[in-house]
Nanobody
Framework: QVQLVESGGGLVQAGGSLRLSCVASGRAFSSFTIGWFRQAPGKEREFVATINWSGGSTYYADSVKGRFTISRDNAKNTLYLQMNSLKPDDTAVYYC???????????WGQGTQVTVSS
């Protein structure tokens, strides 16, 4: 089982930036799929971004492409999400997740709130 702890959320004005972090423990950091999801009030949870073990391959939801950057530091067992040009529609709880496609649903962090004011 992978344990995930997110941090870095907060309140920011539209156009601003935030960087989220997710520290993983419990299994070798390179041994599982990892990425970011978010859930806005009244909406279903949606995929945001994922990155492969080496960091050489990334994939983004269309809604964040060009504004968000996912990265990882394997030496620190840490996943990052740099969010630039934030919009009010980006307001959500952001979750770090591992192996979310597995039969048991994978592992999820507790979430970190991001609020973007207009």
């Amino acid at each position: 089982q992978v344990q995930l702890v997110e941090s870095g959320g907060g309140l920011v004005q539209a156009g601003g930036s935030l960087r989220l972090s997710c520290v993983a423990s419990g299994r070798a950091f390179s041994s599982f799929t990892i990425g970011w999801f978010r859930q806005a009030p009244g909406k279903e949870r949606e995929f945001v971004a994922t990155i492969n073990w080496s960091g050489g391959s990334t994939y983004y939801a269309d809604s964040v492409k060009g504004r968000f950057t996912i990265s990882r530091d394997n030496a620190k067992n840490t996943l990052y999400l740099q969010m630039n040009s934030l919009k009010p529609d980006d307001t959500a709880v952001y979750y770090c997740a591992a192996d979310w496609s597995s039969g048991d649903g994978g592992s999820w962090g507790q979430g970190t709130q991001v609020t973007v004011s207009s």
